[in-house]
């Protein structure tokens, strides 16, 4: 609500002119206008989170070019309509604890109730499981949930081995392209690992996974991208 002050005497000396009146009436249209466009985004932003509702989407769609979709069980992630409902400023890294194909299996298990938006697989290629639209349930965190874009990557946190370069490459253009779509810098506070999230007890990435050659590369990444968006594409799996 906002206070509206001000004078509220009434001048009865002064005479109010057409051209005054007009000016007048113009604002005062544009203002209601303005105010039931404001109205109207505040409904619509409501409306997609109301239980039961479900907006459009196209099966198979990806918001990653390249990316193979797989999807993961509606029960792991909730609908929402992001950026709009929710701002993303996150990236998140995960490491799977397991093989890529155990970890689709998981992510498509309703009785798990978590799922990343994406996995890395350690030869390069990307698999998308959740719209970045939507919130998925990986963080341990409601808060961090809603604001961010998980990532696993396939491997265990004690096993420097299993993150390849062909892994941290294309990872680092994924994130890059995540960044770049929501305006998110590309730093060390905005790029976390898991175990940096408030309240979780998990360890990854873990002692081996290198921020040191991460971060680097996904500016680089960013430099070559000329684009702020995406382009969606449709790959089924």
């Not at 918001?63 to 193979?68: H, N, Q």
Request: proline share 5%; net charge negative; charged share 25%.
């Amino acid at each position: 609500m906002h206070d509206q002050g001000g004078d509220t005497g009434k001048d009865t000396d002064r005479r109010i002119g057409r051209r005054a009146l007009l000016i007048g009436g113009a604002t005062a249209a544009a203002a209601a206008v303005g105010t039931a466009v404001l109205a109207q985004d505040e409904l619509k932003r409501m409306w997609w989170r109301l239980p039961s509702v479900e907006k459009p989407r196209t099966e198979g769609q990806v918001d990653f070019r390249g990316a193979r979709w797989v999807a993961a069980s509606s029960s792991n992630w909730r609908m929402a309509d992001r950026p709009d409902d929710f701002g993303i400023d996150r990236v998140i890294i995960h490491v799977t604890q397991g093989s890529y194909a155990s970890a689709v299996k998981v992510f498509q298990n309703p009785a798990h109730g978590a799922a990343t938006h994406y996995i890395v697989r350690q030869d390069g290629g990307v698999t998308q499981m959740i719209r970045e639209l939507d919130v998925a349930f990986h963080a341990g965190n409601r808060d961090f949930n809603e604001r961010s874009v998980g990532i696993e990557h396939e491997g265990f946190v004690d096993r420097p081995e299993d993150f390849t370069d062909a892994m941290y490459e294309a990872s680092a253009r994924l994130t890059a392209r995540i960044c770049a779509r929501y305006g998110i810098p590309v730093d060390r506070e905005h790029i976390i690992g898991h175990v940096e999230v408030p309240g979780t007890d998990h360890t990854d990435p873990g002692p081996h996974w290198d921020w040191k050659r991460y971060i680097p590369l996904v500016r680089e990444a960013a430099e070559r991208s000329a684009s702020p968006s995406a382009e969606p594409s449709t790959r089924s799996a």
